[in-house]
């Protein structure tokens, strides 16, 4: 007897769960670095605008700092939602439509950075600031890749578990 194709394709032990563990750690670090410049730290800061730096010790720059810290640790909480049991406690749609609308956000913005970095490297937009090392290189091919791999694991860890959720079963 052999199994449909319904049941192969929303069994539970077939669909990974490595993209879900993968998206948290990501949001974790990329945390990490917003609660260092929170404390005041520099390092990496001349990266993103050499004007952070001056304003490290404001308090509105310290909140931002503070705020997407502890909006990156949601988002790392939501990744990992979609491996743990305790996801049951959220409503199936309300973490799908959170965590789609993360992926896209993520993907986006890593993509507008590479996009303004790559215009910017190739004269179409003026650098601000003419140095060796840019905050156009930093965009173009660090920090904008680094945010478009983030919507990419959002964007895998979302795929399998809407297509492993029981809810998503139900309605198939």
């Known amino acids: ?16 769960s490595w993209a879900g563990y993968a998206a948290c750690a990501w949001m974790f670090v990329f945390a990490g670095m917003s609660f260092y410049w929170a404390l005041g730290g520099t390092v990496g800061l001349r990266t993103v605008s050499p004007d952070l730096q001056e304003l490290i010790h404001t308090p509105w720059l310290t909140t931002v700092f503070w705020l997407t810290g502890f909006l990156k640790l949601t988002g790392g909480l939501l990744a990992l939602a979609f491996v743990r049991p305790w996801n049951q406690r ?15 956000l993520l993907v986006f913005h890593g993509l507008d950075f590479v996009i303004q970095g790559a215009f910017t490297e190739n004269g179409l937009i003026s650098p601000a600031y003419p140095t060796a090392w840019t905050p156009a290189h930093w965009q173009t091919f660090v920090w904008g890749p680094w945010w478009v791999l983030g919507g990419f694991l959002f964007c895998v860890a979302t795929w399998n578990y809407q297509h492993r959720s029981p809810a998503t079963r139900d309605s198939a």
């Open 1 to 16: 007897m052999t199994a449909s194709p319904r049941s192969v394709t929303t069994n539970t032990s077939e669909t990974p």
């Open 90 to 104: 959220i409503p199936h749609r309300l973490l799908l439509i959170a965590a789609w609308g993360v992926s896209a």
